[in-house]
């Protein structure tokens, strides 16, 4: 959901977009503290999570409690996904998630950033994050609004992705920079040899 649906949504509940956002955000708090209160069932994670995201999740994903997130329902996520404990997702602006991704403890990804113009800097500007096919995200690192992750990619534990991540790379540091490319088996064999 783009910015444009929440001010669709407030309009129809007749308040301003800012009323409507504190709403989703009380909806998201509720529904994150039923899913970290106490130990669930791998089941019951399934179906509280797809509760806070409003749809549901591919088969095989698997989370760590606890999770935070100030909105929910703009979280896609494909087959096969992991998320360690402690990920907070900031999601006004959409995270999609592919299929087999792998998200590590204390993991953020951020969508909104504010405006720079201190006059206007109560504006929020969304963008989304989306992560590519089997990517591993190492633990606490940060995801900032607008970047996209490739297909088999690795984020190295600590990193602040700022900008693109190409498919079957490996980005590390702050800011994060490419460091390699993704070792693969028929290329680690050649290499030992």
């Given at each position: 959901?783009?910015?444009e649906e929440f001010e669709r949504r407030a309009r129809?509940?007749?308040?301003?977009?800012?009323?409507?956002?504190?709403?989703?955000?009380?909806?998201?708090?509720?529904?994150?503290?039923?899913?970290?209160?106490?130990?669930?069932?791998?089941?019951?994670?399934?179906?509280?999570?797809?509760?806070?995201?409003?749809?549901?999740?591919?088969?095989?994903?698997?989370?760590f409690p606890p999770f935070y997130t100030d909105y929910g329902q703009n979280i896609t996520v494909g087959k096969n996904v992991f998320l360690n404990s402690g990920c907070r997702f900031q999601d006004q602006g959409g995270i999609t998630i592919g299929d087999g991704a792998l998200i590590g403890h204390n993991v953020v990804l951020a969508t909104l950033n504010h405006n720079e113009d201190p006059e206007r800097r109560n504006e929020t500007i969304p963008a989304p994050i989306v992560i590519g096919k089997n990517v591993w995200?190492?633990?606490?690192?940060?995801?900032?609004?607008g970047v996209t992750i490739g297909d088999g990619?690795?984020?190295?534990?600590?990193?602040?992705?700022?900008?693109?991540?190409?498919?079957?790379?490996?980005v590390g540091g702050v800011p994060a920079r490419m460091?390699?490319?993704?070792?693969?088996?028929?290329?680690?064999?050649?290499?030992?040899t």
């Open positions: 959901m783009g910015y129809e509940m007749g308040l301003p977009v800012y009323q409507y956002q504190r709403l989703a955000a009380q909806r998201a708090m509720k529904l994150s503290a039923e899913l970290n209160a106490s130990y669930h069932e791998p089941e019951e994670v399934v179906r509280l999570f797809s509760q806070l995201i409003g749809k549901p999740v591919g088969e095989g994903f698997c989370l995200i190492g633990a606490n690192a940060t995801v900032t609004p990619a690795i984020v190295a534990a600590g990193a602040v992705v700022t900008r693109d991540v190409p498919p079957d790379t490996v460091l390699r490319p993704v070792r693969k088996a028929d290329r680690q064999r050649k290499a030992e």
